[in-house]
């Protein structure tokens, strides 16, 4: 498969252990958050998203956490499987010249152990 | 329904050549987005168009160009390559909402390679 990305931050967890994924981000004018994963010859796909008026988000398995007097967002993964070992990437939005324009953090590499 | 296609998905050139990608975005999807990702800077902003109209632009010199035609699908042009644009280019559409809604679905992307 392709490389995404050969210096990113890994995070190995045990299969059926929850995992925790943070990012910061930059511009507090951001209204709007995503969480994205990217598989190995693969575009990013959508995980779950956030607006800035909300602190958490709950979907299946997987929890977003936004903390806006930080700039810190969370992705919680609950009983982490094979499946799940991937890149993970958040992404802020802003809404600029009438259209909304999305930034990408650095990504984290998450791998489980069988 | 069929998802974002990109064309070639690889594809090899020289320094100096120029290339040409395609993009065609989910039906009813009229917002196009490109990226570039690689490993040392991750995924940048290229360009967003709608409606054959681009609306913003990322830190990228000339070189980089694009275009949307009526029918939403959309072409990135990349001129006088150097060794630095290998990279994977990706390409992604929406439904254009209001400010704070911006789910982009991805192609799996056209692979650069410049020689």
Redesign the interface.
Known sequence: G??????LPTLSVQEGDNSIINCAYSNSAS??F?W?KQES??????II?I??NMDKRQGQRVTVLLNKTVKHLSLQIAATQPGDSAVY?CAE?I?????????????TRLMVKP | KAG?TQTPRYLIKTRGQQVTLSCSPISGHR?V?W?Q?T??Q????LF?Y?SETQ??KGNFPGRFSGRQFSNSRSEMNVSTLELGDSA?Y?C?S?I??????????????S?LTVL
């Open positions: 392709e490389s995404v990305g050969l210096h209204d709007y995503i994205y010859g693969k575009g990013p796909q959508f998203d607006r800035s990437f939005n809404w600029v010249n009438a259209g909304n324009m999305l930034t990408f953090g650095g990504g | 974002v917002s987005s990226y990702q490993p040392g991750g995924l940048q902003f967003e709608f609306r913003n994977l990706l992604a929406s254009p909402r209001g400010p704070g809604a911006n789910v982009l679905t991805f192609g799996a992307g692979r």
